[in-house]
């Protein structure tokens, strides 16, 4: 009750309302803002499930667990990509006037504060999981915030980082289950097709260029030349359209693109010799593969479930560009991130979406006045590390039971007169029904063995 009036008086002073009025439109109904959502028990332990995979393997790989600030100086996050990403972000003033917004991804984050540590030794290694803000358009299974993991190596120009971003891809979906396809290109490769085969020079024009290969997945080579039409020469456009249809092995693409006498194939093709040496699996060469952003300085890459075709499930390259705009030329930088939802959905799919959980016990007294006794047992198992519940509302032992059963409950514990008296307890199993029964002394060290926690 005291809550409900602290309520009703707060939204009496912010909002100037009788305390009679409704706090929300729609007869009282409190909304959440657009493309949010609530996150219930079971998609946060899928999102934890991914979570827990991924920490398991930046330990593996030794990269370091850090978080970036949510909230970041909107002029930090358009030294990335721009001033017109205002538009499709979360940002604002805040009460001292400044121009601040949420963060859309890791990267900008901790790229920023690796820039602000003169001190740290290079390589810097960092792992990042956390929510993200983007104010794109609500769409089926895609929310305006959501969760992403993203790694990054700093320091190294050498294209053992990006095997080693690439390396961790493969054995984090490993890790998970997942076949994921590991489709690479090198913008570098290219920029000099562009420059030295079809002869332009124009860096506006190229990064157009970029982004019109960029659309023909989504809408088709045909309408992408039809809208560049009077910005980039139709054959030439058709011509770097053709060559990003290309994907395979090396030896695949060399024998259909004439970019083997490009510096940067050889670039792209001792990449793929490393993540030869390293076993990396389901990796080819995709010509097509350019990413949307255009601080992407070299290698750039995606993953993808084999068994659909629902888009990347994570996205990466270099960024040199951006550390030399943070004013850091004097270090590389490259790595990669996740969409958790969109991971969790192809683990969905496949059926793969293990959920490994510790049993659940509950603890019944068949009188009110056992509930003491009850209580008792309750701290001695959780002090073992065993999954307890118990009643809370003083129902009876068969609503107890029901209320077990329907949790999911693997054993019940009753207490009750006749055996506590002989200083035992009941052990029902919910599975079949079966019961025996254990000295209330010794119960910890039972179920310990009997569950192997």
């Not at 509930?371 to 047992?377: F, I, M, S, T, V």
């Not at 329907?406 to 035992?424: L, M, Y």
């Amino acid at each position: 009750m005291t809550t409900i009036y602290c309520v009703l008086f707060h939204a009496k002073i912010s909002q100037n309302l009788n305390v009679n009025a409704p706090l929300a439109t729609g007869m009282g109904r409190l909304e959440l803002p657009r493309g949010m959502r609530d996150l219930d028990s079971e998609e946060y332990a899928n999102i934890n499930y991914v979570r827990d995979r991924f920490f398991e393997i930046a330990r593996l790989f030794n990269f370091q667990l850090t978080e970036p600030s949510p909230l970041e100086m909107l002029a930090t996050l358009e030294a990335k990509s721009g001033a017109t990403i205002s538009n499709e972000i979360y940002a604002f003033k805040d009460k001292g006037g400044r121009d601040v917004a949420l963060r859309f991804d890791l990267t900008i984050g901790l790229t920023r504060y690796v820039e602000s540590r003169r001190d740290l030794k290079m390589p810097v290694k960092l792992a990042s999981f956390a929510g993200v803000w983007r104010y794109d358009e609500p769409q089926a299974e895609r929310y305006r915030y959501f969760h992403q993991w993203d790694i990054e190596v700093y320091g190294p120009f050498s294209q053992e980082a990006d095997a080693e971003v690439i390396g961790f891809v493969y054995t984090f979906f490993k890790r998970l289950g997942l076949k994921a396809a590991i489709e690479i290109n090198d913008r570098q490769l290219l920029e000099q097709y562009i420059r030295k085969k079809l002869g332009i020079s124009s860096e506006e024009v190229m990064l157009e260029m970029f982004r019109a290969v960029d659309k023909v997945p989504k809408k088709g080579a045909q309408v992408v030349l039809a809208e560049y039409r009077d910005k980039i020469e139709p054959a030439k456009m058709q011509a770097l359209i053709e060559l990003s249809k290309l994907k395979g092995s090396v030896d695949e693409v060399a024998r259909k693109a004439d970019v083997t006498g490009l510096d940067s194939w050889q670039q792209l093709v001792s990449l793929m010799d490393l993540l030869n040496a390293k076993k990396v699996e389901g990796a080819r060469i995709n010509l097509g593969i350019v990413r949307g952003l255009d601080y992407y300085s070299g290698v750039v890459f995606e993953a993808f479930d084999q068994a659909t075709d629902s888009g990347a499930l994570v996205g990466g390259g270099r960024y040199n560009r951006l550390t030399e705009a943070f004013g850091r030329k004097d270090i590389g930088a490259t790595g990669v991130a996740g969409g958790v939802e969109r991971i969790v959905n192809a683990l969905k799919r496949h059926g793969i979406l293990e959920q490994p959980s510790r049993p659940l016990l509950y603890i019944a007294n068949a009188t009110e006045d056992l509930r003491a006794k009850a209580l008792e047992l309750v701290s001695s198992l959780r002090s073992g590390g065993i999954a307890v519940d118990y009643d809370m509302l003083g129902r009876t032992l068969r609503k107890q039971l029901e209320y077990a059963s329907n949790r999911g409950a693997a054993f019940v514990i009753i207490v009750a007169p006749n055996e506590i008296a002989t200083g035992q307890v009941i052990l029902r199993s919910m599975k079949d029904g079966t019961e025996s029964k254990h000295y209330a002394d010794t119960l910890k060290e039972t179920l310990t063995k009997m569950l192997r926690v």
